[in-house]
Each structure stands twice: as C-alpha cells, then as structure tokens.
C-alpha cells in the first residue's frame, strides 16, 4: 500500500514537497518514483530513484525537482521548487517491491498539485 501526501495548490515560483510511503511484507524496494497527468494528458514520467540512489528526472523539471528516498521508511519524496501552471497535475506515486518471492509494482492514489496565480 502507498500513501501519498503534500499536494496542494501554489503559487507560480512556489515550491512543494510530496511524501510517499509504502507499507505492507516489503522486503526490498528497487525503485520508487512519480509520475503525473496533466487533464488531458498521457501519465507522464516526473522522477525515478533507484537502488544506490541514481536518479532519473524528466527534462522538463530537471533543476527544478529533487527526488530522495528514506530506506529505514521505505518513503520516496519529491521536492519541487520553481512550480510552473504546466506542472498541474495529479501525482502519482510509484512502488517496485519485493515480497519475499517476487518484485510488484504498486500505485498511490494520486495527489493534486496545482500551479495557479
């Protein structure tokens, strides 16, 4: 299970921080990440961090976006910085976890951030 928190509406040039965090038979975690949809949209790749903490950003938030992950809690953050009205979307968080027998992967529920003067 995933819980996703820190969506809110801010301003252009704001910033906002958004926590995901599994729970649940985890024995491993190789990759945790965000992605988002914009209405109207395809899902869309925002950030990955991977096992030993390399890092895959999309360029439109590179330099913008930092993407960190607490092992001890299994919980991945997004900080963004510098918002634009284009990075309104619902965020959705991702999970790759292993169980003890196989890797799955899960789904937030999405939260909501909105980019607005």
């Known amino acids: 299970q995933l819980q996703a928190s820190g969506g809110g509406l801010v301003q252009p040039g704001g910033s906002l921080r958004l926590s995901c965090a599994a729970s649940g038979t985890i024995i491993d975690i190789n990759r945790m990440g965000w992605y988002r949809q914009a209405p109207g949209k395809q899902r869309e790749l925002v950030a990955l961090i991977y096992t030993g903490d390399s890092t895959n950003y999309a360029d439109s938030v590179k330099g913008r976006f930092t993407i960190s992950r607490d092992n001890a809690k299994n919980t991945v953050y997004l900080q963004m910085n510098s918002l634009k009205p284009e990075d309104t979307a619902i965020y959705y968080c991702?999970?790759?976890?292993?169980?003890?027998?196989?890797?799955?992967?899960?789904w937030g529920r999405g939260t909501q951030v909105t980019v607005s003067s």
């Open positions: 991702l999970c790759n976890a292993f169980n003890g027998i196989v890797y799955n992967g899960y």
